[in-house]
Every structure is written in structure tokens, then in C-alpha cells.
Nanobody, 127 residues
Framework: QVQLVESGGGLVQAGGSLRLSCAAS????????MGWFRQAPVKERVFVAA????????DYADSVKGRFTISRDNAKNTVYLQMNSLKPEDTAVYYC????????????????????WGQGTQVTVSS
């Protein structure tokens, strides 16, 4: 019954910004570490960012560090990805994901570390 629904994707010019949202339901959101991944056409799904359930601890892929910010609002059961200074290489379908178990002390950086996935939202960055 876990449901993750991404929204906020769209077309943006290079250098622009976009904010993605992931609405979660079907589980106790506040006790799960959440993450964002992305997948470009004919490429593998790769890690983007993660945020720990406990507090503000975050982790980012080197490719987005300093440009993207992951955050969460447990009262709204929502995780966000603020994307600034977007580049054409950021073009991909973005997925939010949940760790398979609660209260994890590690962040997770591979798709195998996350057991539930949303359907994704398309982000296209034009040059």
C-alpha cells in the first residue's frame, strides 16, 4: 500500500530552477529515510539525494552538490527536491524512493538500497 507520487517536473531553461515534490502515503512517513533518483533515456537509474528520517542529515551525488537541496515536511508526508542552476545533463525522469525498513542509520546510495518507488516526473532542461 506504499504510494509515492512525484510532481513538479517540467521544461526549464539551463540555469533555471525547479522544485519537485513527492507525496507519500500508506506508511509512517516520519520514520523512513527517503531519496531521489533520476534516469535519463537509455541510461541507468542513479542516485541524486537522500534525507534521513531522524533529522536534517542529507546526502548528495557529487553531480548535484551545491545546486540541489533535499528536504522533507513530515507533517505533510512530503519530500522535496529543490533544483537550482539546472543543466541540460540534469534532464531525466526523477523518482522518489523509500528505504525498505524504518529507522535506518545509513543513508543509502544505490537503487538496491531503496525498496519502494514512485512513477517519476519528467524534468527537461533546455540549453
Amino acid at each position: 500500500q506504499v504510494q509515492l507520487v512525484e510532481s513538479g517536473g517540467g521544461l526549464v531553461q539551463a540555469g533555471g530552477s525547479l522544485r519537485l515534490s513527492c507525496a507519500a502515503s500508506g506508511f509512517t512517513f516520519s520514520i523512513y529515510t527517503m531519496g531521489w533518483f533520476r534516469q535519463a533515456p537509455v541510461k541507468e537509474r542513479v542516485f541524486v539525494a537522500a534525507i534521513r528520517w531522524r533529522g536534517g542529515t542529507t546526502d548528495y551525488a557529487d553531480s548535484v552538490k551545491g545546486r540541489f537541496t533535499i528536504s522533507r515536511d513530515n507533517a505533510k508526508n512530503t519530500v522535496y527536491l529543490q533544483m537550482n542552476s539546472l543543466k541540460p545533463e540534469d534532464t531525466a525522469v526523477y523518482y522518489c524512493a523509500r528505504r525498505p525498513t524504518p529507522f535506518t542509520q545509513t543513508m543509502g546510495r544505490t537503487s538496491g538500497d531503496f525498496g519502494s518507488w514512485g512513477q517519476g516526473t519528467q524534468v527537461t532542461v533546455s540549453s
